[in-house]
């Protein structure tokens, strides 16, 4: 089993659409968990930090499942705007060593 | 404020040549660390160095070295090239040597090497 495992999509979903990804890992002794967004060509950016059950900020929720070993980010109300590649990532080794995993891609149409 | 600047931007070289790529952390910053992003992939971690000492080093051949300078700026050298190291290198800086969420690692635009 990799690390940090994720469905590299696309997910193709109309504005205004909820859409969910989840991010599954393997090490079940790291504490702290984080999704970037990278637009294409460029370069990636926090979006959230989940570190107990979850974390709010706005239309994005992510969430965290101890017993199953992943993460999920669920974008409500999907804009044009949040069309870009959501990168999990799971630090290990004392939070030094940070693992990406490859990514989903995530386009919103009209 | 600047943000993490990396030079050059782009840079193409041929097998078995040897390169050096520039990072400046973002003012205040002492953590800086390099990763390897291929087409279709996340980054991969290779080094953070954090108060000029190597704090972390990701599965990477001994072809890559790195360093950081009184300055907190950093190079990430690699020597003897191959095509497979065609990619674009991602460098971050944050406050802490930990991955933290209030001390996030902030990245630069990147070098994109690409390898003939």
């Known amino acids: 089993r990799k690390e940090v495992e994720q469905d590299p999509g696309p997910f193709n979903v109309p504005e205004g659409a909820t859409v969910a990804f989840n991010c599954t890992y393997s090490n079940s002794a790291s504490q702290s968990f984080f999704w970037y967004r990278q637009d294409c060509r460029k370069e990636p950016k926090l979006l959230m930090s989940?570190?107990?059950s979850g974390n709010e900020d706005g239309r994005f929720t992510a969430q965290l499942n101890r017993a199953s070993q992943y993460i999920s980010l669920l974008i409500r109300d999907s804009k044009l705007s949040d069309s870009a590649t959501y990168l999990c990532?799971?630090?290990?080794?004392?939070?030094?060593?940070?693992?990406f995993g490859r990514g989903t891609s995530l386009i919103v149409h009209p | 404020d600047a943000g993490v600047t990396q030079s050059p931007t782009h840079l193409i070289k041929t097998r078995g040549q040897q390169v050096t790529l520039r990072c400046s952390p973002i003012s205040g910053h002492k953590s800086v660390s390099w990763y390897q992003q291929v087409l279709g992939q996340g980054p991969q971690f290779i080094f953070q160095y954090y108060e000029k000492e190597e704090r972390g080093r990701g599965n990477f051949p001994d072809r890559f070295s790195a360093r950081q300078f009184p300055n907190y700026s950093s190079e990430l050298n690699v020597n003897a090239l191959l095509l497979g190291d065609s990619a674009l290198y991602l460098c971050?800086?944050?406050?802490?040597?930990?991955?933290?969420?209030?001390?996030?690692?902030?990245f630069g635009d990147g070098t994109r090497l690409s390898i003939l």
């Open positions: 989940v570190y107990s």
């Open positions: 990532v799971v630090p290990s080794g004392g939070s030094y060593i940070p693992t």
């Open positions: 971050a800086s944050s406050v802490t040597a930990t991955f933290v969420s209030n001390q996030p690692q902030h």
